[in-house]
């Protein structure tokens, strides 16, 4: 199976094209400059974005894959959660190619790609520095899997999953407020640091120390699997009010950044451990943007190797959004036998993870 996959859901304009479980290729434009100026997401100008890169994106795509629209098998998008504006750009595209190329086609939950996204291996090969080159191959690697709790973390969303089986999933907890990427980001602002701010407090927590300064952990000793930092958020917010004088010490300032990525690391850590613990598991998986974040990454791997659990990583180059692990759960879930998408479908931005063959934990 030849496929070609689409992701607009927020701010990246993403075309990927997979084949019997390898990516052939993932393209990704980055709409962060462009976003940079307002400090957040604009949905009008994604949009208009999407609408501006989809084509140069899809048929860079082919392009890198050597492959003719005439040879693709079927046609995947994201179809939700997400900005509706976003989303539409490239659903509507995907739609309109399946109808075009007369080719099935099948709508993908973001979330849930992001399940399997750690299942993909990355592999470096050897700049040949022709045209075509590629420095990573990326490959399915579904023979390894093992039912595991997944963590996903990004700026709008933070969720624990309960992956009991390929294509079958039991959502555990999720945000009740403010997700980890909004509390990075939010504290960045505040700081003073450009949009995104999550990459810019890693880089600078890297040299502070995480002791410095005491933040409040939310729901951490809390029976259950939600997650909540928005009181986090707050307690930040007071405390550069109270202690203007942290963001004039540069040193200070790290340490400070080391301390609310401590607390935040912490709560996520702790709690995804102790749900695999409970549910039996021996394996853990995290994806998502926050996941490129150095002390999360070091963090689960510390716990998890204590504990005697393999962890799966997203690769960094897949955690952010991308068409790659869109493409590669829509493969899946056609050989397994999944409906079609109708091409008369609309797409949904409040889609939840329970309506994808999973259910929520009581």
């Known amino acids: 199976m030849t496929l070609l996959a689409l992701e607009t859901s927020c701010d990246e304009t993403s075309a990927a094209v997979v084949r019997d479980g390898n990516v052939l290729s993932n393209v990704v434009s980055s709409q962060i400059k462009l976003h940079a100026e307002y400090g957040g997401v604009v949905p009008e100008l994604a949009a ?3 609408l501006r890169n989809l084509l140069p994106v ?3 795509a082919l392009h890198e894959a050597g492959i003719q629209s005439g040879e693709l098998d079927a046609i995947a998008a994201t179809q939700g959660p997400g900005l509706a504006i976003a989303l539409l750009m490239g659903f509507k595209a995907a ?18 790609a992001h399940l399997y ?10 700049e040949t520095g022709g045209r075509d080159a590629r420095a ?10 093992q039912p595991n709790v997944s963590l996903i973390v990004s700026g709008g969303h933070t969720l624990l999953v309960l992956v009991e089986s390929e294509l079958k999933h039991r959502v555990l907890g999720g945000t009740i407020d403010d997700a980890a990427g909004e509390c990075f980001d939010k504290t960045g602002k505040l700081m003073g640091l450009s949009y995104p701010a999550g990459p810019a407090i890693d880089r600078l927590a890297e040299a502070g120390n995480p002791e410095a300064y005491d933040f409040p952990r939310p729901l951490l000793h809390d029976d259950n699997d939600d997650f909540s930092f928005s009181g986090l958020k707050t307690s930040v917010r007071y405390f550069i009010r109270d202690h203007p004088e942290v963001l004039n010490d540069a040193q200070k300032a790290r340490d400070l950044c080391a301390s609310v990525q401590a607390a935040i690391v912490e709560v996520l ?6 749900a695999a613990r409970r549910e039996g598991v021996r394996c853990v998986t995290a994806s998502g943007g926050v996941t490129c974040n150095t002390g999360l990454r070091r963090e689960l791997e510390r716990a998890c190797k204590r504990q005697g659990l393999t962890l799966r990583l997203a690769d960094k180059g897949l955690c952010t959004d991308n068409a790659a692990m869109i493409g590669i759960l829509a493969e899946r879930k056609l050989e397994a036998g999944a409906p079609l998408t109708s091409l008369d479908d609309e797409v949904k931005p409040g889609w939840a993870m329970a309506e994808t063959g999973g259910t929520k934990r009581a």
């Open 58 to 60: 899809a048929r860079a």
């Open 269 to 274: 850590v702790k709690k995804t451990l102790r």
């Open 117 to 126: 996204s750690p299942w993909i291996s990355s592999t470096a090969i050897p």
């Open 48 to 50: 208009r974005e999407h």
């Open 136 to 145: 990573t191959v990326f490959t399915a690697a579904f023979a390894e899997f």
């Open 95 to 112: 739609q309109a190619a399946a109808f075009a190329l007369n080719k099935p086609f099948i709508g993908i939950h973001h979330h849930e």
